[in-house]
Nanobody, 127 residues
Framework: QVQVVESGGGLVQPGGSLRLDCAVS????????MGWFRQAPGNEREFVAA????????YYADSVKGRFTISRGSAKDTVYLQMTNLKPEDTAVYFC????????????????????WGQGTQVTVSS
């Protein structure tokens, strides 16, 4: 059984930083892309960032490029999302996910192509 668990959300002031952690179990971590999505109230779930299965390439939404960084964590089978220069429009529930297709050349940005999801963690950017 595949499990995806996020942690690290919270309240932060504009311009601040936050790191989200994601741990995956029950799957060969290194064979599947990992990604972060977010969903604000009234909005659809949107792509934020992805890490290719090999760990060699990263992909970002234009809205977060230069501010967010996705990377493999120091612990086994974990991935981080380091968020800096946070803005009020970054407020959302953030979800970690692992992709459907094994060793896909380029991770999909469509939520329906991601197989397993965490429960989400709230990030609120407000003064």
């Amino acid at each position: 059984q595949v499990q995806v668990v996020e942690s690290g959300g919270g309240l932060v002031q504009p311009g601040g930083s936050l790191r989200l952690d994601c741990a995956v179990s029950g799957r060969t971590f290194s064979s599947y892309a990992m990604g972060w999505f977010r969903q604000a109230p009234g909005n659809e779930r949107e792509f934020v960032a992805a890490l290719k299965w090999s760990g060699t390439s990263t992909y970002y939404a234009d809205s977060v490029k230069g501010r967010f960084t996705i990377s493999r964590g120091s612990a086994k089978d974990t991935v981080y999302l380091q968020m800096t220069n946070l803005k009020p429009e970054d407020t959302a529930v953030y979800f970690c996910a692992t992709e459907n297709n094994r060793q896909r050349n380029k991770p999909s940005r469509a939520p329906e192509d991601w197989a397993y999801w965490g429960q989400g963690t709230q990030v609120t950017v407000s003064s």
